[in-house]
């Protein structure tokens, strides 16, 4: 809790520095936020420390869980820090109204590949489902690496991704490793780009070991091979640029995917019967399914009517 002046002094010009650095560059994150934080630490280490005199930025005070929100990655960005819900849904809005620049990097040893693994399965509408991920091919137990510097916020089993590890980063992105066979970390663990936060495999729904690797802005999913030149392993850019069109895309291919309707194939159900039900022809649906009239109709197949 705020004990003095002085502290709400420092603490109002702390964040007005960092709401400078959003608002008058469109930029933020990279080491700034990391020295901000490391900054911070330091002082608190001296003033724990009886010899050294505190610097008066921060004396006179004690730790308290609302003074370290400060110290989170991004937190002037998200304002959440939560450590069981992987992504709270829709809740937060981007409000992107011009481009905002983010820098990914600043040095060549600041970012990583998660794995080495090639593409085996791209970002966007897959069968009628969204991919907000690619999907890189490994060996269970090959290492999985953080993507950027940051902090882990969620590190826990789903019953979809498996064992899964989200770093949220200094330069305001979050990513997210799924179907590992173990994970290493634990929320609130400060990671460094290329640091192991676990091991690849195959757990959660997941049909083959490989890591499934989203980036996230304020939740909104973007494709990774934008950020990242996945055969090559290197950074695309040490900056990605966030308007409004970088979300709009997805958006219509969800609306997309949504719109779409699917049967799924059941004991005795045929072509023509399935036309029936849904009002239309035999024709439409082998176009739409890209299937020959003649088909057999497996169990569980998901045919498209809409
Ligand atoms: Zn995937």
Same mark, same amino acid.
């Given at each position: 809790m705020i004990k003095n002046g002085t502290l709400l002094v420092a603490s109002l010009l702390l964040s007005a520095s960092v709401l400078a650095q959003v608002v008058d560059t469109a930029a933020y994150g990279g080491p700034e936020g990391n020295e901000i934080y490391e900054a911070l630490i330091e002082s608190y280490t001296v003033e724990e420390g009886a010899d050294a005199p505190a610097p008066a930025m921060f004396s006179d005070r004690t730790w308290d869980l609302n003074d370290s929100l400060?110290?989170?990655?991004s937190y002037e960005v998200y304002r959440t820090w939560n450590t069981d819900a992987i992504f709270l849904g829709g809740t937060q809005s981007h409000g992107i109204t011009d481009t905002l620049r983010l820098q990914?990097?600043?040095?060549?040893?600041d970012h990583a590949m998660p794995c080495p693994g090639h593409l085996t399965s791209g970002y966007g509408p897959r069968k009628g489902r969204m991919h907000y991920g690619v999907d890189l091919k490994l060996e269970t137990g090959d290492p999985v690496k953080s993507a950027f510097d940051g902090m882990v916020r969620i590190s826990k089993y789903n019953r979809?991704?498996?064992?899964v590890v989200v770093v949220r980063h200094y330069n305001g992105l979050e990513t997210l490793y799924a179907h590992l066979s173990e994970r290493m970390v634990e929320p609130g663990q400060e990671v460094h780009a290329g640091d192991v936060l676990g091991l690849g495999g195959n757990t959660?729904? &997941?049909?083959? &070991?490989?890591l499934h690797f989203e980036v996230r802005f304020l939740e909104q999913p973007i494709d990774p091979s934008l950020v990242f030149d996945l055969e090559k392993?290197?950074?695309?850019?040490?900056h990605f640029d966030i308007h409004k069109g970088t979300f709009a895309a997805i958006a219509a291919a969800k609306a997309e995917a949504q719109a779409r309707k699917y049967h799924v194939v059941r004991r005795g159900d045929t072509l023509s019967a399935i036309a029936r039900r849904y009002g239309t022809s035999v024709s439409a649906l082998c176009k739409l399914n890209g299937m020959k009239q003649s088909a057999i109709l497996p169990l569980g197949k998901r045919i498209r009517y809409r």
């Amino acid at each position: 809790m705020i004990k003095n002046g002085t502290l709400l002094v420092a603490s109002l010009l702390l964040s007005a520095s960092v709401l400078a650095q959003v608002v008058d560059t469109a930029a933020y994150g990279g080491p700034e936020g990391n020295e901000i934080y490391e900054a911070l630490i330091e002082s608190y280490t001296v003033e724990e420390g009886a010899d050294a005199p505190a610097p008066a930025m921060f004396s006179d005070r004690t730790w308290d869980l609302n003074d370290s929100l400060t110290f989170l990655p991004s937190y002037e960005v998200y304002r959440t820090w939560n450590t069981d819900a992987i992504f709270l849904g829709g809740t937060q809005s981007h409000g992107i109204t011009d481009t905002l620049r983010l820098q990914l990097a600043h040095e060549d040893c600041d970012h990583a590949m998660p794995c080495p693994g090639h593409l085996t399965s791209g970002y966007g509408p897959r069968k009628g489902r969204m991919h907000y991920g690619v999907d890189l091919k490994l060996e269970t137990g090959d290492p999985v690496k953080s993507a950027f510097d940051g902090m882990v916020r969620i590190s826990k089993y789903n019953r979809t991704f498996g064992h899964v590890v989200v770093v949220r980063h200094y330069n305001g992105l979050e990513t997210l490793y799924a179907h590992l066979s173990e994970r290493m970390v634990e929320p609130g663990q400060e990671v460094h780009a290329g640091d192991v936060l676990g091991l690849g495999g195959n757990t959660g729904r &997941s049909y083959g &070991s490989h890591l499934h690797f989203e980036v996230r802005f304020l939740e909104q999913p973007i494709d990774p091979s934008l950020v990242f030149d996945l055969e090559k392993g290197t950074l695309k850019a040490k900056h990605f640029d966030i308007h409004k069109g970088t979300f709009a895309a997805i958006a219509a291919a969800k609306a997309e995917a949504q719109a779409r309707k699917y049967h799924v194939v059941r004991r005795g159900d045929t072509l023509s019967a399935i036309a029936r039900r849904y009002g239309t022809s035999v024709s439409a649906l082998c176009k739409l399914n890209g299937m020959k009239q003649s088909a057999i109709l497996p169990l569980g197949k998901r045919i498209r009517y809409r």
